[in-house]
């Protein structure tokens, strides 16, 4: 069954099982959207300046062949600075290719002051986003406990099933840090999981796929958001 | 242009009203509420429960879904009051405590701001 299917029966099956135990009200679920507050209080069109990120490799991940066609840093720096030009008001711009990170250390990056504030006064922006990133493929295949009726006697039994769930992981650490202090505003961690369809995917389509699903997140550290949420009104 | 859509709007109401003939009972506003709640009506949902809430103190049914309206409204600090007032009257309902714990997630996350204001002017 598609999983989108299964979750609409497993909705139904709630709202029943709910309906049930509330003495079978009449219930409706409803949609709203809710505001998403901006994480970092801001103006609004501060000089943002994107400097490089950390690429976070494990052992296994460097020789993986899938992932060596991708570019990881310019493919995320694209896909942000187009986010921020197109939905939000700040004055976006790259640092330029000489900066390099004095370290791969996440921790001490957010603790670099001194090298932030140079950035700072290079680039003339008030604020700096950097971190780090990690794009892997990960197997998540194995064997799992179900349940299932027999249709010999009827009762319930539970069998070993091996089911296949590989995907690709986007894990994303933001550091924004102040252009003029070189002082860390905010961190935060993004992640996403998604697993590849029957067909055969590619690891380019699937980091986008990550990162479209992480865009909301994201821009809400900026700018305000919106998200849907569900909720049960009574009908009578 | 605007006139014309209040001028529909009233029609809108007016004609709805007519299948509700008691408007005094807590149950045909609510009836009534959750016709509006549906068409994304939710200020005038808001007021509708709101009656019922005030003709039915004790319906817990009112109060939550006075909450939800208040939450679609943007006043989440009285959705938080109903919602409240729904569960004391009906601790045990499961709705009821499946709107509240969504919403007192949402609201937690929305009222704190993680990040240091920047030191730039």
Redesign the interface.
Known sequence: MHPNALRRAGAAVLTLALGAAAGCSSVDQVKLHLPLRPKLPLRGNERIALAPFILVKQADEVKDKRLANIDVQAEFHRFLKKQLEKKTKFDVIETPPDVKLPTQNLGDLARAQEFWAAVGTQTSAELIVSGSLEFRVEDRSGYKTEEYQSPIDGRTYYRQVYVEQTGYVFDIVFLVLDGRTGEKLLQDEFKDFRQTGSKQRDELSGLFENLFSLENQILNTFVPREREAERYIFTD | MKLNRTFLFLLFVAGACTSYPHPDKA?TQ??FG?YV??KGLWREAAFRYEQAAQRSPNDA?AH??FA?AL??S?DFARALDEYKKALEIEPN????R??YA??AE?YT??TK????????P
């Open positions: 149950s609510i009836e959750t709640a549906k049914r939550n879904n939800v939450e679609a943007g309902n499961n709705y009821i499946r709107n969504r919403f949402f996350a929305y701001t993680t990040g240091k204001p920047s030191g730039a």
